[in-house]
Nanobody, 115 residues
């Protein structure tokens, strides 16, 4: 599975961004897909995850600010981020799991929140 993220960039605090993760195959075949992030010096952490059933899970820090969604027709998963904070600055990665034991990662997209 090849994943290509896009949509990162520089945004001011309080602003919004929408990240996209395009897969090279039917995302309906994935048990779940998710977004993770990693800031310098920190471990990679879960941002949001969406199951094949449509159920979602978010990291505690999200607190209603982000929303994960998917478009099966486009084989794309989105992460809509709003009320961004400087501490949201990180490289955001997309992950796809065709099974619980196999996972694939994208190359990441940088999100920088700064005034």
């Amino acid at each position: 599975v090849q994943l290509v993220e896009s949509g990162g960039g520089l945004v001011q605090p309080g602003g919004s961004l929408r990240l996209s993760c395009a897969a090279d195959r039917d995302i309906g075949d994935m048990i779940f897909m998710g977004w993770y992030r990693q800031a310098p010096g920190n471990e990679r952490e879960l941002v949001a995850q969406i199951m094949n059933s449509g159920s979602t899970t978010y990291g505690d820090f999200v607190k209603g600010r982000f929303a994960i969604s998917r478009d099966g027709a486009k084989n794309t998963v989105y992460l809509q981020m709003s009320s961004l904070k400087p501490e949201d600055t990180a490289v955001y990665y997309c992950k796809a799991n065709p099974t619980f034991f196999n996972e694939y990662w994208g190359q990441g997209t940088q999100v920088t929140v700064s005034s």
